[in-house]
């Protein structure tokens, strides 16, 4: 199956600054997709990305599939930012790989 | 629209005991999972269905068993629980038929403890 690694594996940050949250897949994906896990154990959909550049707000995403990484950019971080960020990917719709995660820490 | 939904919420077992998780969607979507988090971890997929009726394994079955008799619902059983099946368990569904799409959408999760 696909492999999928995440980084860095933690981040702290203060409240204003600017990340880059980096996820490298080991084969051509048709499925790849960022996550926020907030610290209630939520799992919010951020980014359904499997090519290309999407933006949504002070977040946005960019897929590069012939090069298998995928960058995940968070401007102007906030508080509520904190959490884990994971990456998921897949060939298909089935055996999704998720990577172990990026924990963010925004501090004020 | 609900989304997908899970219950219980939170639930403690006793060795060898059992228990079926319920997730339900309402999104009309062919495609559901399954997932177990430990910590520290990302999510692994336990069992999978791509459609009413049907079940396949992920990569950790062990110790579940699934079913799929309506299209919106999906159950996860423990016939014996153990206490290395202590985990937050994540229903997940994707893609409407047709649909090139394969995002996709989870529930809150089920924490589960076995003792």
């Known amino acids: ?11 702290i940050l203060q ?3 600017n990340s880059t949250l980096r ?9 790849l997709q960022w996550f926020h896990q ?6 919010i959909n951020l980014f359904y990305i499997p090519s290309g550049t999407k933006q949504n707000g002070r977040l946005s995403a960019t ?9 995940l950019y968070i401007s102007s971080s906030q ?27 925004v501090i004020p | 629209n609900a989304g997908v939904t899970q219950t219980p919420k939170f639930r403690v077992l006793k060795t060898g005991q059992s228990m079926t998780l319920l997730c339900a969607q309402d999104m009309n979507h062919e495609y559901m999972y399954w997932y177990r988090q430990d910590p520290g971890m990302g999510l692994r997929l336990i069992h999978y269905s791509v459609g009413e009726g049907t079940t396949a394994k992920g990569e950790v079955p062990d110790g579940y068993n699934v079913s799929r008799l309506k299209k919106q619902n999906f159950l ?5 629980a153990a206490p290395s099946q202590t985990s937050v368990y994540f229903c ?10 394969y995002e996709q959408y989870f529930g809150p999760g089920t924490r589960l403890t076995v003792t």
């Open chain 1, 23 to 31: 996820c490298n897949f080991s084969d051509s994906v048709n499925n």
């Open chain 1, 1 to 11: 199956g696909i492999q999928v690694e995440q980084s860095p594996p933690d981040l």
């Open chain 1, 15 to 17: 409240e204003g600054a």
């Open chain 2, 76 to 80: 996860l059983g423990l016939e014996s």
């Open chain 1, 63 to 71: 897929t590069v599939a012939t090069e298998r990484y995928s960058l």
């Open chain 1, 38 to 43: 907030n610290p209630w154990g939520q799992l």
């Open chain 1, 79 to 105: 508080t509520t930012d904190s959490g884990v960020y994971f990456c998921a990917a897949s060939g298909g719709y089935q055996k999704v790989t998720f990577g172990i995660g990026t924990k963010l820490q």
């Open chain 2, 92 to 101: 997940a569904s994707s893609a409407l038929a047709g649909r090139l799409s």
